[in-house]
């Protein structure tokens, strides 16, 4: 069934494309690079979102003190050149002193001060302020190139979040209306990456130029497209048919019989690279939404876990690298452990679970879903066939995170990325409406394993974590992906371990 649904897309796409054949084609010739994104853009403040789609527009326009090396993980100098641990709970970091902002105006440690006081107070709600609020007590400038950070607790991961999750603002940035805005920035930042925004239209088109003022030296490097279109088609088949056409050159999450089909003609070029992307369906073990629900009874989780054809959804709709997990976590990260309790695929021991905890004919229960919708679909063909009837809820990934927040979601299908910050931590952190494990002892376990400086004891808690999570099945982790792309045949994207895409690195044939 799966196969037959891809081939249909595969087929009705290529009968879009004659329809298509009077657009203009999209080459090198403008040194344009045009992207589409099956997900609406609609706030361009990373600040406030942590959807893959924004985090590749932030790489494009913001930069951060730190970065982090795809090949090996580890921090490279960005904005900060040095930084230095004066006791556990006091850091100064020194600036680079040519840096601007993409209105000219010199980031000294002023800016990065306002960025990260500002973000961490409860009025401006960001969600990176939420991220860092477990150390981040004060950041004060000592000079115009030197910051000290005040931690409210020693924090091995401190630099980790300055790497991945806190893009500087310009100082004043939420204040210019005399008031504190958190949209002031959503229409687009006065940035300090290699792309400025010159225009935006919310749900419909971005437009990125080179910034020539970007400094020079940087873990970046120098851009070599001048200009980058990204328009939102949430309609897959209409994306990969105005690629065909020449109006997109650049397309990823493509299902794989998709990209491989298409990846055949002359006009198309299919590349398939690793992603540290994992998927997992969340349960309402704590019986935060239904305290009576079915959901709470660990019989019922485990059957779940066994009904899913985790490895068969993979293969079949995303290819490639992809692969069936066990653990809540990309087995590529610190203490990730796969040696934990094991669901193979049994829809027959699926109905016996469901029998002994006194569901023989099944029950109705809801799952939603932001993203991936033919994963979805294939996890709720799998629940159905052992007695579960779902009601699949498919919206924008804003209505989830507030349907989550009043707690009306008793289980959805949810991706993450490394890129973004390891699952564990946002997951199940006591403070996040996500954790709906109820459990008390393992967040308590989260906490101690965050705060903890050795790396070994850190790597056992974190094994720990992830046994007690599959043994109970808070979650029930599906796959790792692998991420395909089309893209026009001119088109070089350099494909990096971590898996995550960096558009600045594109370039065009010579």
């Not at 409406?433 to 002892?441: I, P, V, W």
Request: net charge negative; aromatic share 8%.
């Amino acid at each position: 069934m799966l196969k037959k649904a891809v081939q249909r897309l595969a087929a009705g796409t290529l009968a879009v494309v004659p329809l298509l054949a009077g657009i203009a084609h999209a080459d090198k010739a403008d040194d344009t690079l045009r992207v589409a994104f099956t997900e609406d853009i609609i706030n361009l403040d990373y600040h406030y979102t942590t959807k893959r789609e924004y985090i590749i527009i932030s790489e494009l326009v913001d930069e951060t003190l730190l970065a982090i090396n795809p090949a090996n993980g580890s921090y490279l100098p960005a904005l900060a050149t040095a930084w230095e641990q004066l006791d556990p709970v006091t850091m100064d970091l020194t600036l680079r002193d040519d840096v601007t902002f993409h209105d000219g105006t010199a980031m000294t440690a002023d800016d990065v001060a306002y960025t990260y006081n500002t973000i961490s107070t409860q009025a401006s709600q960001t969600l990176s302020g939420g991220r860092i609020a477990v150390w981040f007590d004060r950041a004060e400038a000592l000079e115009p190139q030197k910051v000290r950070f005040h931690f409210k607790t020693q924090y091995p991961l401190a630099l980790q979040d300055m790497a991945i999750r806190v893009p500087i603002r310009k100082q004043g940035t939420y204040e210019a209306g005399g008031s504190f805005d958190p949209n002031a920035a959503s229409g687009g930042p006065v940035g300090l990456g290699p792309y400025r925004v010159t225009s935006f239209e919310s749900g419909s088109e971005l437009v990125l130029e080179r910034y020539d003022g970007y400094y020079a030296g940087g873990p970046k490097g120098d851009p070599a497209i001048g200009t980058v279109v990204i328009r939102s088609l949430p309609d897959e088949g209409t994306q990969q048919a105005e690629l065909m056409s020449g109006s997109i050159d650049w397309i990823n999450g493509v299902p794989r019989d998709v990209a491989e089909s298409l990846g055949k003609m002359p006009n198309v070029k299919h590349l398939s690279g690793p992603d540290r992307r994992i998927g997992f369906l969340i349960l309402d073990a704590g019986g935060l939404v239904d305290p009576e629900g079915p959901l709470t009874n660990l019989k019922v989780r485990r059957a779940m876990a066994h009904a899913i054809d985790r490895a068969g959804i993979a293969s079949a709709l995303i290819g490639g690298a992809a692969a069936r997990i066990e653990g809540a976590c990309h087995p590529s990260e610190l203490g990730c452990n796969q040696e934990v309790t094991i669901y193979d695929h049994d829809p027959e021991k699926a109905r016996a679970l469901l029998a002994e905890a006194g569901f023989a004919e099944g029950f109705e229960t809801e799952i939603w879903s932001y993203r991936d919708k033919p994963m979805s679909e294939a996890i709720v063909s799998d629940l159905k066939a052992v007695g579960i009837k779902v009601n699949l809820r498919q919206v924008k990934l804003d209505s989830l995170n507030v349907a989550r927040a009043n707690r009306q979601i008793p289980a959805y299908f949810g991706t993450w990325g490394g890129d973004t910050a390891p699952p564990i931590r946002q997951h199940f952190d006591p403070e996040t409406d996500r954790n709906l494990s109820g459990d008390a002892e393992l967040s308590a376990m989260v906490t101690e394993a965050y705060a903890e400086l050795d790396p070994d004891r850190q790597g056992e808690l974190f094994a720990k974590i992830h046994a007690r999570i599959t043994d109970q099945v808070y979650w029930i982790p599906l796959w790792s992906y692998s991420v395909n792309y089309l893209t026009d045949p001119e088109l070089v994207f350099p494909l990096d371990d971590d898996g995550f895409p960096r558009l600045y690195k594109a370039s065009w044939t010579q």
